[in-house]
């Protein structure tokens, strides 16, 4: 990913992004996966979002009290994928998400043993 892309989409994440450890039970074993995503209405950099990440958009309607509200658009990414980016994106991130990555990034490699 280019330079100003990979700043770009760290800005996006810093403010809009959320880093998180989701676990999964196979055969009586817990696996941690890295989990990054981002969610808004406005479709346009939702999409950019996602080019960058590699995946698909998702969309997330509405609703509030059976009415419909704006859309929501959702870009994700998990597992390898996300841990890689992860560690891409950390140089650009602020305290916080930076120690939140850090802290997905060694549950993530205890877990897998990397």
């Known amino acids: 990913m280019k330079s100003n892309d990979l700043a770009w989409l760290a800005g996006l994440l810093e403010g809009e992004g959320s880093f998180m450890t989701i676990k999964s039970h196979v055969r009586g074993k817990i696996y941690l996966y890295p989990k990054i995503v981002v969610t808004m209405t406005d479709l346009d950099v939702i999409q950019r979002a996602a080019t960058l990440i590699g995946n698909a958009v998702y969309n997330v309607p509405l609703q509030k ?3 419909s509200k704006l859309n929501q658009y959702r870009a994700q ?3 390898a994928k996300a841990a890689e980016l992860m560690k891409e994106l950390l140089p650009y991130m602020g ?3 930076a120690d ?3 802290e997905i990034l060694r ?3 205890k877990s897998t043993g990397e």
């Open 65 to 67: 009290n059976g009415v």
């Open 77 to 79: 990414v998990s597992g």
């Open 95 to 97: 305290r916080r998400r």
């Open 100 to 102: 939140k990555i850090r």
């Open 107 to 109: 549950d993530y490699e």
